[in-house]
């Protein structure tokens, strides 16, 4: 089946076509993004109201052009999925407006999709992984340890407690002046620091269960950053590497924690651990879990970059794998700012 | 020519079917008052809306909607629809003005035949206004602004008001010793009207927001720690 997927929960506005075959095998058609990272970069984070300006003006051109890139027509889809959640809400309500317009004048079924949910079934798409698994997401609102047994059955082993990884590399770019988006630039400058050059705290780390905590390591980034000022920029490159240096210590230790309870509850002898979400595409952190991977007789599955950050071939993916299963949701489904991925509707 | 019309910018959640081969006045109109829902209500209304007026989507013409001003999210939802409507169809939308298609509202209910006032509330203190003649020509542009500032710049032909800051209006314009004649205060417009005034617009422009505001947004302090 091909499925029409549309993403606008954040600040990209996403539209993409994904063939999912009988056997469960999945192909992407098409997969148009774009960020609108111009827009909100003035002003040093997302705004709401800005995204979802951007959104409606730009969704429709970008649905067309997925199908033109596709090489179909509206009368080639058998669904349409659109995120219904979590995300913020005013962009939330742009792509599932369209898509379930889309899905009304075509006669066709309709899924409202996790946005998280997306991003954890990413690599059954990228790497025909098969249930179960565990997947580490790291995105710019998300910090969780998800076990998925199978579509619409993710538990939740964990999660971050105050800021998610993505947000915490924001606010270290933003007080070392380094602009926004700070994931890739604090990546871009740790690459030319010395990561033991500050002691920094490793919040959680050792302590049982799966969750998360950066607020902490963050204020120490700040006490020791503001002792050293002003900066010099050998300084702000050794406060980089070492940021980052913690924050991996911090993700590799807790997703230990998790594999361990995956583990003794699906006694998997050779567990999938699957690192999904915008995160996933700093190299440090991917060269950490293979190496824990690798000590742990896990296989890493890091689905390509394209797909880590967000899109809608995901949203395509996940609505196709909901559809096979014959999950579709009526056209009064609402949006949802908030919508934890263990309370998705399963039947 | 077979028009479906939209309206979820402000109070309501609204949408009519307009057969012009039928009459003008011939419209087949759903009206649902809320002031928020009308993202999960507006499907099902038109699912609704074409069983009860026995058209399919694939009959429909023109596909029309309100553009604002109204609520930022209302104005969006009601956009968003409607182009995903038309681009799954291949047929033409085009966007209405809530003024527009309050004052086209008082004139299908045959109030006056003089220019009128629409005035709906903008909240912090301010309205959207604009006025038009008895045949619906804009006498200048919609905009936002305090009611004393409406007032004291309306044309001296205008005389009546209508639409939820109506009321506001009448007592401003009594205080400078203006007599505005309130028509009625109602909150959104008849998507009747809104389909009427689609039959005649320019289908060339897709709908846009007519948000008249900017977003809400500053830019964030700078928090860094001084550098070198």
């Known amino acids: 089946m091909r499925v029409l997927g549309i993403e606008t929960s954040c600040d990209?506005?996403?539209?993409?076509?994904?063939?999912?075959?009988?056997?469960?095998?999945?192909?992407?058609l098409s997969n148009v993004v774009l960020s609108q990272l111009a827009e909100h970069s003035a002003y040093g984070g997302v705004v709401p109201e800005i995204a979802a300006r951007a959104h409606v003006e730009a969704l429709d051109t970008l649905i067309a052009r997925a199908l033109a890139e596709a090489g179909l027509g509206f009368d080639a889809l058998d669904g349409v999925a659109a995120t219904a959640g979590p995300g913020l809400i005013g962009g939330l309500l742009v792509g599932l407006m369209t898509g379930k317009a889309i899905a009304l004048a075509r006669g066709l079924p309709f899924v409202a999709v996790n946005h998280l949910e997306a991003h954890a079934l990413t690599p059954r798409l990228s790497d025909a992984v098969t249930f179960p698994y565990l997947v580490l997401l790291v995105t710019g609102g998300h910090t969780q340890l998800v076990a998925v047994s199978d579509v619409g059955r993710c538990e939740r082993y964990g999660g971050t407690v105050d800021d998610a990884v993505g947000e915490a590399f924001d606010k270290a770019a933003k007080m070392l002046g380094l602009g926004w988006p700070g994931g890739p630039a604090v990546e871009k400058r740790a690459a030319r620091g010395n990561a033991a050059a500050i002691d920094l705290p490793r919040p959680m780390v050792g302590r049982s269960g799966a969750d998360f905590s950066f607020s902490g390591l963050k204020t120490a980034l700040r006490i020791e950053a503001e002792r050293r000022a002003p900066l010099d920029e050998a300084t702000i490159s050794d406060l980089c590497a070492s940021f980052q240096a913690a924050i991996v210590d911090c993700l590799v230790d807790r997703t230990g924690h998790g594999l361990q309870r995956f583990i003794e509850e699906t006694g998997e002898r050779r567990p999938i651990l699957v690192v999904a979400g915008g995160v996933a595409a700093n190299s440090a952190v991917r060269r950490a879990l293979e190496g824990f991977a690798e000590s742990h007789d896990a296989r890493l599955v890091a689905p390509p970059l394209d797909l880590c950050g967000d899109n809608a071939a995901m949203v395509a993916w996940a609505g196709a794998e909901r559809l096979a299963r014959g999950l579709t949701d009526s056209l009064d489904a609402p949006a949802r700012a908030r919508w934890p991925i263990d309370e998705i509707r399963t039947a | 020519?077979?028009?479906?019309?939209?309206?979820?910018?402000?109070?309501?959640?609204?949408?009519?079917?307009?057969?012009?081969?039928?009459?003008?006045?011939?419209?087949?109109e759903r009206i649902k008052p809320m002031l928020r829902g009308h993202a999960?209500?507006?499907?099902?209304?038109?699912?609704?809306?074409l069983a009860e007026?026995?058209?399919s989507l694939s009959e429909i013409d023109r596909f029309a909607v309100t553009i604002g001003p109204g609520t930022f999210t209302g104005i969006r939802v009601g956009i968003s629809a409607i182009r995903g409507l038309a681009l799954a169809t291949g047929r033409r939308a085009v966007g209405v003005t809530t003024l527009a298609a309050m004052a086209e509202t008082a004139r299908m209910a045959g109030f006056d035949d003089r220019p009128v006032l629409v005035a709906l509330d903008a909240r912090r203190g301010e309205i959207y206004a604009q006025a038009f003649t008895a045949d619906g020509v804009e006498l200048g542009p919609a905009r936002v602004a305090p009611?004393?500032?409406?007032?004291?710049?309306?044309p001296g032909s205008v005389a009546s008001v209508v639409g939820s800051a109506a009321e506001l209006c009448a007592r401003q314009a009594q205080a400078v010793g203006r007599n505005l004649a309130c028509l009625g205060h109602d909150a959104a417009p008849r998507p009747g009207a809104v389909a009427r005034l689609a039959v005649k617009a320019d289908a060339d422009t897709r709908p846009a927001p007519l948000y008249l505001r900017p977003p809400d947004a500053r830019p964030q302090d700078g928090a860094a720690i001084p550098r070198q």
Do not use: F, N
């Open chain 2, 1 to 28: 020519m077979i028009t479906l019309a939209v309206d979820t910018a402000l109070a309501a959640c609204s949408a009519a079917v307009l057969d012009t081969a039928r009459g003008e006045a011939s419209a087949v």
């Open chain 1, 12 to 28: 990209e506005t996403a539209a993409a076509i994904v063939l999912r075959e009988a056997d469960g095998a999945g192909h992407i």
């Open chain 2, 40 to 49: 999960e209500a507006l499907m099902p209304l038109l699912q609704g809306l």
């Open chain 2, 53 to 55: 007026s026995g058209r």
């Open chain 2, 147 to 154: 009611v004393a500032a409406v007032i004291a710049e309306l």
